[in-house]
């Protein structure tokens, strides 16, 4: 592929449990591999993935769904541009989750056909699939979120966010932080830590995650997923170690039936 340059700083706190798998793609990308090459080449030198492959996106059979196709042929279509390649890395550090969102996908294609809408199911896989995370936190942190009380969660329980962990799993949502701003909003599924112990790893999250999805545990029906901007957890930006950065409800918006003037008071630039 042509030479691209991609500006992805890979010390970025959201990239950490991407940055090693990723930097070996990216290397591969910058000196001249396609995305799907470099993908699947990594992918075979670890051991993941194993009976699936990524494959240019021209193999996409014409007429035929994305999800039907990855789901029939245990292939992933995939384009030489910056979406693809974290759609990539999350199929490498999320695999039994990606597997069952695209089975989910792919029965609902199979039941419903592809239409205008989607239906609920799909559009609910599609907000965490694009633009999703799991967030596992102390309990205070998850009702404070749940609740938009965003000065008690970012400022007044600022400590407590040395026992949380964000996963990033929207491939959008990564594509987006390549040039981050402060409205930049993630989804996710926020789990106390009391309910989800001894998840040390990525792996270990990923299948729990899966477990939830399969037992439905976890309903991707009704949208569990709480907005948060992303950009507001502690120390992920210089801006937010000065706690007026919190003080933009255009960002940081109070909850429907408590919402008054908004103004914002800091332009949307980018940040570091």
Known sequence: MQSVDWAIDWQAPWLAPLQALGRQVHDQVLGGAGVARALQ??????????????????????????????????????????????????????????????????????????????????????????????????????????????????????????QARFLPIGHALLEKLVQPRKAITAHVICVPLEQAPGLASLAEADGWLDDQLRTQSCNLVSKPYLPIPILGIPDWCLQNQNFSFYDDSLVFRAPRTAQTTQQRVLPETELV
Not at 76 to 82: F, H, K, S, V, W
Not at 90 to 112: D, S, V
């Open 41 to 162: 080449e990594v992918a075979a030198a670890h051991g993941l993935l194993p009976g699936w492959q990524f494959v240019d996106q021209l193999q996409l059979t014409t007429g035929q769904a994305y999800e039907e196709f990855i789901h029939s042929r245990r292939s992933i279509p995939t384009r030489d541009n910056l979406h693809d390649f974290f759609n990539g890395l999350i199929w490498l550090h999320w695999p039994l989750l990606k597997q069952r969102l695209n089975a989910l996908q792919a029965a609902e294609i199979a039941r419903q056909g592809v239409g205008a809408q989607r239906g609920r199911l799909r559009d609910s896989i599609t907000v965490l699939d694009e633009n999703g995370g799991l967030l596992l936190a102390p309990q205070a942190l998850c009702d404070a979120l749940r609740d938009k009380r965003w000065q008690e969660l970012f400022v007044g329980r600022r400590a407590l966010w040395e």
